[in-house]
T-cell receptor
Framework: DVKVTQSSRYLVKRTGEKVFLECVQD?????MFWYRQDPGLGLRLIYF???????EKGDIPEGYSVSREKKERFSLILESASTNQTSMYLC???????????FGSGTRLTVV | KQEVTQIPAALSVPEGENLVLNCSFT??????LQWFRQDPGKGLTSLLL?????REQTSGRLNASLDKSSGRSTLYIAASQPGDSATYLC???????????FGAGTTVTVRA
């Protein structure tokens, strides 16, 4: 089975800190995605990557950046964390074509 | 823009009853549709993936149907168990697009 691993289950960071969320997949998938999930707002796409060093903005990219230097790893970066970035962050990967997505277990980030 | 709606938002049934969860989408030009399960505070687990050319998919007690022309999918869970209690999310991938559009989910409670 494909495994998508998010490095932290829970994180607490201070306002203004630079935050890195890491995601690793083990099945050579082309596409990787970062979503955030908030009550009442559902899942919203932040960024996605369809190849190494390639990225595209999703629906809510403001305040975030991403890095994909290796195929298996996709990092989400909060340049200067703010309290409105407190959320559940979900990483996913997909091989493309007609295949579905596989999600990681999520990172609950709290910014204080 | 693809809009995905799931009705009802919440459902409570006694153990043993069959579950029927509905998903509707506005743009019928889809590539595939995926049903996920999410337990509180956890990531998404893929249940079933239906390609646009398929009418249904089955896995154990789960059966998902797709009527692309009317913009509807239904997830049936037979003989529900307390362990089926979770939030079920429907996600649609449009043709020529990497991204998924998610519904808000249906939260299911199965009472013992």
């Amino acid at each position: 089975d494909v495994k998508v691993t998010q490095s932290s289950r829970y994180l607490v960071k201070r306002t203004g800190e630079k935050v890195f969320l890491e995601c690793v997949q083990d099945m050579d998938h082309e596409n990787m995605f970062w979503y955030r999930q908030d009550p009442g707002l559902g899942l919203r796409l932040i960024y996605f990557s369809y190849d190494v060093k390639m990225k595209e903005k999703g629906d809510i990219p403001e305040g975030y950046s991403v890095s994909r230097e290796k195929k298996e790893r996709f990092s989400l970066i909060l340049e200067s964390a703010s309290t409105n970035q407190t959320s559940m962050y979900l990483c996913a990967s997909s091989p493309g074509g007609g295949y579905g997505y596989t999600f990681g277990s999520g990172t609950r980030l709290t910014v204080v | 823009k693809q809009e995905v709606t799931q009705i009802p938002a919440a459902l409570s049934v006694p153990e043993g009853e069959n579950l029927v969860l509905n998903c509707s989408f506005t743009d019928s030009a889809i590539y595939n549709l995926q049903w996920f399960r999410q337990d509180p505070g956890k990531g998404l687990t893929s249940l079933l993936l239906i390609q646009s050319s398929q009418r249904e998919q089955t896995s154990g007690r789960l059966n998902a149907s797709l009527d692309k022309s009317s913009g509807r999918s239904t997830l049936y869970i037979a003989a529900s168990q307390p362990g089926d209690s979770a939030t079920y999310l429907c996600a649609v991938r449009r043709s020529n697009d990497y991204k998924l559009s998610f519904g808000a989910g249906t939260t299911v409670t199965v009472r013992a």
